[in-house]
């Protein structure tokens, strides 16, 4: 079939977002993740509201959270709306029940979006260290601290959490959390840098990302730790850049994070 896309570049993780509607999401993601004149890392669905004055809604491409493709839709939709200037909005996003905050200016084309804290924190025993694995709805994020960013190493972390915490099974709850995507961060202490890498279940896809803006949620998370309450900064290094987080603690506990920065928009093409 024909599709209308807009293209997002957020800290080059490219996104993809279809604006017309597709029966099978799974099939339509791949067939444009496979498409190398869109370098693809990820595919998102767009919903417009149902009414006026209605919220807009992206769904992933297994359903999961995606902190990078929520900011770039929020100021898509921004665009789309003529709005101007520092403006706040809400939009509805797969992987997470709550409503989205976003802080947008389309002239500037920077955004950032307000995420929940992490539903839990566990460890997972690898290579006689404990890697910190931060839980958020949609995704459950491992920071593989000073290991090589390599797929053997990807598969083998996997196998862990699944063994750890039972396979999330898109569209199931597994640990408080419906468990669409597993990130692996890889973050190298030495040079301050995370490459990271994102297992999506419902499309059974490993990529390699460029920059990941929940994973840059959760590696803020894991820098600050011990840093008192208030507000506490991190600029996460990736490949693609830097995603700028934003860690707020009351009495000891995440009550959320902001992850922001550049985007640029892409016109609308068709495949």
């Not at 099939?27 to 993740?33: G, Q, V």
């Not at 390599?150 to 699944?162: D, Q, S, T, W, Y």
Request: some cysteine.
């Amino acid at each position: 079939m024909k599709y209308e896309l807009v293209i997002a570049d957020p800290a080059k993780n490219i996104t993809v977002f279809v604006l017309n509607p597709v029966a099978d999401r799974a099939a339509a993601a791949r067939e444009l993740l496979a498409d190398k004149s869109l370098g693809a890392e990820q595919v998102g669905f767009a919903v417009p509201p149902a009414r006026s004055g209605g919220l807009w809604r992206l769904e992933m491409m297994g359903g999961e959270f995606c902190g990078n493709a929520a900011r770039s839709f929020g100021l898509f939709v921004a665009r789309e709306q003529g709005l101007s200037g520092d403006q706040t909005m809400v939009i509805g996003m797969s992987g997470v029940e709550k409503n989205l905050p976003l802080r947008v200016n389309v002239e500037e084309g920077r955004a950032a979006v307000e995420v929940p804290g992490p539903l839990a924190v566990e460890t997972l025993e690898f290579e006689g260290r404990s890697l910190p694995v931060y839980i958020f709805d949609g995704i459950t994020q491992v920071i593989a601290v000073d290991i090589p960013p390599e797929e053997k190493n990807c598969v083998r972390i996997r196998a862990g959490v699944e063994e750890r915490f039972a396979r999330p099974a898109a569209g199931q709850d597994s640990l408080r959390q419906s468990g669409a995507a597993l990130g692996i961060m890889f973050y190298d202490t030495a040079a301050a840098f995370m490459r990271p890498a994102v297992y999506v279940y419902g499309t059974e896809s490993l990529i390699f990302e460029s920059s990941c803006g929940s994973g840059s949620a959760a590696l803020a998370v894991w820098r600050t730790e011990g840093g008192g309450d208030g507000e506490a900064a991190w600029a996460v290094r990736q490949p693609g850049g830097i995603i700028e987080a934003r860690v707020f603690r009351r009495d000891g506990v995440v009550h959320g994070v902001s992850i922001g920065g550049t985007v640029h928009i892409s016109g609308r093409i068709y495949r």
